[in-house]
T-cell receptor, first 118, second 115 residues
Framework: QKEVEQNSGPLSVPEGAIASLNCTYS??????FFWYRQYSGKSPELIMF????GDKEDGRFTAQLNKASQYVSLLIRDSQPSDSATYLC??????????????????FGTGTQLKVEL | SQTIHQWPATLVQPVGSPLSLECTVE??????LYWYRQAAGRGLQLLFY??????ISSEVPQNLSASRPQDRQFILSSKKLLLSDSGFYLC??????????????FGPGTRLTVL
């Protein structure tokens, strides 16, 4: 059973602080990792993806991947009230499954609710 | 640019009634298409995915079915809805890029309530 684990929260941070969201996964063969943001009542929106160990920065967002420890994290700098949402971590199956026609399946965590307080 | 549409946006149906949800993608060819369900307070559950016209893979045995009659059209159906079918239904698309990696993008979703 491939699993993706996230703390459900809520994680509360003051405006302007750094929010740190964490995710662990069970399948060592996983190759691609994604963070989606989901506002209440809306569909998930892709905000970051990362394939290699280390950090990847995009504006106020930084994704961090450590394959040896099987975790991926998302840092949000200068948190704003508009960042308040549920953040979903998703992990992809290895590319080999795609080449055999198995499709490209994402396993999602249940999400961490972030609240940025004024 | 690519756009994904889903309709209807909301739906209230009685138990035992049929269901048809539609998803269409614009601006890309031969996408992979996916149906997910998100039940209240729960994570995203992959229901079906399709790598081409007429090719459907089912992830979870249930009273739902999917079809892909055209390259950029994906339909989710049921002959008889159950109370447990209530949820937020999301369609997603992706295109495989170099290295076998791709990224899934979600449509706006259909919120289904079965009474």
């Amino acid at each position: 059973q491939k699993e993706v684990e996230q703390n459900s929260g809520p994680l509360s941070v003051p405006e302007g602080a750094i929010a740190s969201l964490n995710c662990t996964y069970s399948d060592r063969g996983s190759q691609s990792f994604f963070w989606y943001r989901q506002y209440s009542g809306k569909s998930p929106e892709l905000i970051m993806f990362i394939y290699s160990n280390g950090d990847k920065e995009d504006g106020r967002f930084t994704a961090q991947l450590n394959k040896a420890s099987q975790y991926v994290s998302l840092l949000i700098r200068d948190s704003q009230p508009s960042d308040s949402a549920t953040y979903l971590c998703a992990v992809n199956m290895p590319p080999e499954s795609i080449l055999t026609g198995g499709g490209n399946k994402l396993t999602f965590g249940t999400g961490t609710q972030l609240k940025v307080e004024l | 640019s690519q756009t994904i549409h889903q309709w209807p946006a909301t739906l209230v149906q009685p138990v035992g009634s049929p269901l048809s949800l539609e998803c269409t993608v614009e601006g890309t060819s031969n996408p992979n298409l996916y149906w997910y369900r998100q039940a209240a307070g729960r994570g995203l559950q992959l229901l079906f995915y399709s790598v081409g016209i007429g090719q459907i893979s089912s992830e979870v045995p249930q009273n739902l079915s999917a079809s892909r009659p055209q390259d950029r059209q994906f339909i989710l159906s049921s002959k008889k809805l159950l109370l447990s079918d209530s949820g937020f239904y999301l369609c997603a698309w992706s295109v495989i890029r170099a290295g076998g990696r791709d990224t899934q993008y979600f449509g706006p979703g259909t919120r289904l309530t079965v009474l």
